[in-house]
C-alpha cells in the first residue's frame, strides 16, 4: 500500500491533538501501521525550533522569523520522519502542517502569500496531505478551551482580532481546496468528532 499522508488543522482549542491521536488508536487497532507526528517538533532539530516558537520569552520574534523558523522545523521533519515513513507505506498522521503557515503567517500576520507558497514550493517539494481535517470553531470559544487546560504559548497571548484572521483563512484555504480538506465542527462532542473523522478517513482508504 502507497503511504497516506493525513493532517489536522484549525485554530487554538479546536481539539486537533485530542483527535489526532484518536484516530491514531482507532487505525492501530485496525492493524495499519501508523504513525503519529507534530508540527513544529517531529525531530530532535524541530523540538529546539518549537521551543523558540512557541516561548513566551521571544515576544519579540518578527514575523519573517516566524516564518522561517516554522519552515525550518518543517523542511527537517518531512526529510527525516514523513517521507520514510510514507515510502514504507504507513499512515503519517500530524498535527499541522503547511495550511498552519498560510493561515498564521499569512492571514493572521499578514506575510505576503506569493511569498508564503514560494518558500512552501521550496520545502516540501510539492508534497500535500491526501486528507486534512480541518476542525472549525469561533475564536472565543477556542481560547477559553485552551484557558480551561492552562494552556498558554506565545500565539496563544494574540488578540482576539489575530485568531478571528487565522480562523477567516482557513475557511478561505479550505473553500479552495474541498476536495482535500474536510471542514468538520469542532463544537460536538468529542466521540461524535471522532466518528466523522474515521468514516472520512475510512472513505479514503478504501
Known amino acids: 500500500m502507497k503511504g497516506i499522508f493525513i493532517s489536522f488543522e484549525g485554530i487554538e482549542g479546536t481539539g486537533k491533538t485530542v483527535q489526532s491521536k484518536l484516530l491514531y488508536q482507532y487505525l492501530i487497532k485496525k492493524g ?7 508540527e513544529p517538533g517531529g525531530t530532535r532539530i524541530g523540538l529546539k525550533i518549537r521551543e523558540l516558537l512557541l516561548s513566551i520569552e521571544n515576544k519579540d520574534m518578527t514575523s519573517i522569523t516566524e516564518l522561517l523558523l516554522y519552515n525550518a522545523s518543517r523542511a527537517q521533519h518531512i526529510k527525516e520522519v514523513i517521507l520514510p515513513a510514507m515510502k514504507k507505506g504507513a499512515i ?5 502542517f503547511t495550511d498552519s503557515t498560510v493561515a498564521y503567517q499569512g492571514y493572521g500576520r499578514g506575510i505576503d502569500l506569493n511569498l508564503i ?18 476542525l472549525d470553531l469561533d475564536a472565543e470559544t477556542g481560547l477559553k478551551r485552551n484557558k480551561g487546560i492552562n494552556k498558554i504559548d506565545r500565539l496563544e497571548l494574540e488578540d482576539i482580532k489575530f485568531h478571528k484572521l487565522v480562523r477567516n483563512g482557513y475557511l478561505e484555504i479550505a473553500a479552495k481546496e474541498p476536495q482535500r480538506i474536510k471542514l468538520t465542527d469542532a463544537s460536538e462532542d468529542i466521540e461524535e468528532i471522532h466518528r466523522k473523522i474515521v468514516n472520512i478517513v475510512i472513505d479514503y482508504i478504501n
Open 32 to 38: 495499519y501501521g501508523v504513525i503519529l507526528t507534530e
Open 117 to 134: 507558497d514560494s518558500i512552501e514550493k521550496t520545502v516540501t517539494n510539492g508534497l500535500k496531505p491526501d486528507i486534512t481535517i480541518m
Open 92 to 96: 503519517v498522521i500530524t498535527d499541522r
